[in-house]
Nanobody
Framework: QVQLVESGGGLVQPGGSLRLSCAASGFTFSRYAMSWYRQAPGKEREPVAVITRDGSSTNYADSVKGRFTISRENAQNTVYLQMNSLKPEDTAVYYC????????????WGQGTQVTVSS
């Protein structure tokens, strides 16, 4: 059974930090690129960051560049999102996403974790 379980969300003041984790099971984690998406109330889900299968390359949305860092530990089947200098506009549900890419690609979503940035 495939599972992506996010954790680490919560309420934080502007300028604060949070670290999200996504624990994967039920598939070969190292064969999947991993991403974080987010969805704010009334808005479409948007990509935040992506990391390649081996962790050698990352990419970020312009809105989070220089503030967020995606990383992964293949031995632990876990992907992380370190979020610094948080802003109220970062408030959203954050989702973990796995994509095997290529022919016959498989994709999986986590259930999401709420991040609220407010004073």
């Amino acid at each position: 059974q495939v599972q992506l379980v996010e954790s680490g969300g919560g309420l934080v003041q502007p300028g604060g930090s949070l670290r999200l984790s996504c624990a994967a099971s039920g598939f070969t984690f190292s064969r999947y690129a991993m991403s974080w998406y987010r969805q704010a109330p009334g808005k479409e889900r948007e990509p935040v960051a992506v990391i390649t299968r081996d962790g050698s390359s990352t990419n970020y949305a312009d809105s989070v560049k220089g503030r967020f860092t995606i990383s992964r530990e293949n031995a632990q089947n876990t992907v992380y999102l370190q979020m610094n200098s948080l802003k109220p506009e970062d408030t959203a549900v954050y989702y973990c996403y796995a994509d095997s890419y290529g022919l016959g690609a498989k994709t999986y979503w986590g259930q999401g974790t709420q991040v609220t940035v407010s004073s």
